[in-house]
Structure formats: structure tokens, C-alpha cells
């Protein structure tokens, strides 16, 4: 099995910056991409960011400019900047092995008063 555990949400203020880190560990085998998910209360989990083994990245328009991902080894990190309330919400880790299979993490909660 692999389990994802996700560190660095919190409260910050309207224009501020968190880092999300997300540390695989278990059975990892080949992985195809690593990424960050975002559910906002009352809404459907969508994908903020994600970055491929080969080091591609894809952004939520939303999050273009504004985020950063990024990846060393087991571990991805997505850098917040310029932080708006509707960036709250709970931030999932996602990891896709290459047979398409997903794993999550337990998500770390977001919020950012304006």
C-alpha cells in the first residue's frame, strides 16, 4: 500500500503564502504523476496542480501564477502565494502509479481570511 501524508495547511491571510508538503511512502512503485486536489465546502474535489514523473506540470487556472509544484523524490510540495478566500478549502495529495491506480492523502485544511 502507499499512504500520502500531508503537512503545512493553516490559517493565513488574504494575500499570504503556505507550503503544502505531501511524503509518500509504502509500495511505491512506478509513478506517473503526483498532485494536489482541492475541495471547497460544498463542492466537487477539483485539481489545483499536478506534476508528472518526467517533471511536467498542469495548473488550475486558478492557480496559474499564483502556485508553484514541485517534486523531490517521494515527496511533492505546491507553493501558495498571493493567497484568496476562495483558495480555502481541504488540499488532498494524489498519487497515480502508472496503471492508473489513485491514492490520497487524509487532506490538510486551507483557510484564508479576508
Known amino acids: 500500500q502507499v499512504q500520502l501524508v500531508e503537512s503545512g495547511g493553516g490559517l493565513v491571510q488574504a494575500g499570504g503564502s503556505l507550503r503544502l508538503s505531501c511524503a509518500a511512502s509504502?509500495?511505491?512503485?512506478?509513478?506517473?504523476?503526483m498532485g494536489w486536489y482541492r475541495q471547497a465546502p460544498g463542492k466537487q474535489r477539483e485539481m489545483v496542480a499536478q506534476i508528472t514523473s518526467g517533471g511536467s506540470t498542469d495548473y488550475a487556472d486558478s492557480a496559474k501564477d499564483r502556485f508553484t509544484i514541485s517534486r523531490s523524490k517521494d515527496t511533492v510540495y505546491l507553493q501558495m502565494t498571493s493567497l484568496k478566500s476562495e483558495d480555502t478549502g481541504v488540499y488532498y495529495c494524489?498519487?497515480?502509479?502508472?496503471?492508473?491506480?489513485?491514492?490520497w492523502g487524509q487532506g490538510t485544511q486551507v483557510t484564508v481570511s479576508s
Open positions: 494524489n498519487l497515480k502509479s502508472v496503471w492508473q491506480v489513485n491514492y
Open positions: 509504502g509500495s511505491i512503485s512506478s509513478i506517473n504523476s
